[in-house]
């Protein structure tokens, strides 16, 4: 369904998103069927979730919209994660360095 000027898109949450691929997958209900109960009336919006769940996983469907370049993909946050641990551990060292040399 094309975007009308003025009218807002219907969200939808990370876990409606999660329960729409999970009935899919393991309950092997139809795309139909899913849009009715979740009332989802873009009939693309279904296949858009799953491939982006087998391309990224549970990752994939969250709403990345306005959010920071680090976040993006987990990789990077991962990344970016384990040297703020390194640095957290390094700047642990040295005060504990200092507490020994000040006699504390």
């Given amino acids: 369904m094309p975007a009308i000027k003025g009218k807002k898109s219907k969200t939808y949450s990370y876990e409606t ?11 092997g209900w139809t795309y139909r069927k899913i849009m009715e109960k979740f009332e989802i009336t ?3 919006r ?10 990224l996983g549970e990752f994939g469907l969250v709403d990345q919209r306005g959010r ?3 976040y993006v993909d987990q990789e ?3 990344k970016w994660l384990k ?3 390194e640095m957290l551990k390094k700047c642990l060292e040295i005060w504990m360095q200092e507490m020994k040399q000040s006699g504390m």
């Fill in 46 to 55: 279904l296949k858009t979730w799953m491939r982006k769940y087998r391309e």
């Fill in 83 to 85: 040297q703020e641990n």
């Fill in 17 to 27: 998103k999660l329960e729409a691929i999970r009935l899919h997958m393991v309950e």
């Fill in 68 to 70: 920071r370049e680090q």
């Fill in 42 to 44: 873009d009939r693309h």
């Fill in 76 to 78: 990077r946050q991962v």
